[in-house]
């Protein structure tokens, strides 16, 4: 095996990691499908383009999720509160409605054509994994997926503010009775999931090229990550995530030809045999 491309793999499902779990969180509150989650994976990434040219890579990482945030928040308080009674198709063909408008704002702002990012200082060059020199850069995404992999676990266990939206996620209608603000949480968690998007696509700006279609290329994968996982499970889709980067990296090198397969494949026996997903709850 190639220890580079098992690397990056690696690097793919960490950028998956951080997006699903975002994507796993606002379904296991809100019950949505958020269909603009790669809109805001793709204004994210521009925002990082923008922010570090003018200043530096590093303020845009701050920058990118702050911003995301405030668009999560209106999300939810313009589109998901007011919807939260509706059908999920009706609330799914307004997050759709949404990322086309992000996608067309994206294009007015910045035009279509592909834009690229540099590394920022000192991560330019390579480093040795054992005995492989490989992109430093690439080893800050799994470094910083891993960090905010453990950050959000301890968060959502330990935290009074984790407990309540775990409760509320399992049972809203008891978590209500018992007076936990579900509207609070909402909040908290919308914004929360699009920060985590605004802050993948900052860290994909680097490494990948950034155009208005990137967006619609990784949304596939994310859901695929998601309804494996389980839908809801953050757990389930951080697992997921990690496994899909590794097998889609791999399998392009060994069977190109299928492995683009692999995860329709995967996505349909889940639903077969297992509809709840691998960490999901069963009804």
Not at 133 to 141: G, K
Request: with cysteine; glycine share 12%; proline share 3%.
């Amino acid at each position: 095996m190639n220890f580079a491309q098992l690397l990056n793999g690696i690097v793919l499902g960490s950028l998956l990691m951080i997006l699903s779990s975002g994507l796993a969180m606002i379904y296991g509150l809100r019950g949505v499908t958020n269909f603009s989650h790669g809109a805001l994976y793709m204004a994210g990434a521009y925002l990082a383009y923008s922010v570090s040219a003018h200043f530096s890579f590093w303020l845009a990482l701050l920058v990118a999720p702050a911003v995301l945030a405030v668009v999560g928040a209106v999300l939810e308080l313009v589109f998901f509160r007011r919807l939260q009674h509706r059908s999920h198709i009706e609330v799914g063909l307004v997050t759709f409605g949404v990322a086309m408008a992000l996608q067309r704002v994206v294009v007015l702002l910045w035009g279509e054509r592909t834009l690229s990012v540099s590394a920022p200082a000192g991560l330019e060059g390579t480093t040795s994994v054992f005995g492989v020199d490989y992109p430093s850069y690439r080893l800050l995404i799994i470094g910083v997926a891993i960090l905010l992999a453990v950050a959000l676990t301890w968060w959502l266990r330990s935290s009074r503010l984790g407990l309540h939206i775990r409760a509320t996620s399992r049972d809203g209608q008891t978590a209500q009775i018992l007076g936990i603000n579900a509207d609070r949480l909402g909040l908290v968690v919308v914004c929360l999931g699009a920060a985590l998007a605004g802050l993948a696509g900052a860290l994909a700006a680097p490494y990948v090229s950034v155009d208005p279609g990137m967006g619609v290329t990784i949304l596939i994968n994310v859901l695929i990550v998601v309804v494996i996982g389980g839908a809801g499970s953050i757990a389930g889709a951080m697992i997921a995530g990690m496994a899909l980067g590794i097998v889609q990296t791999l399998g392009s090198v060994w069977l190109p030809s299928v492995s683009v397969l692999v995860p329709y494949a995967a996505l349909v026996a889940v639903l077969l045999w297992r509809p709840a997903g691998l960490a999901g709850r069963r009804a």
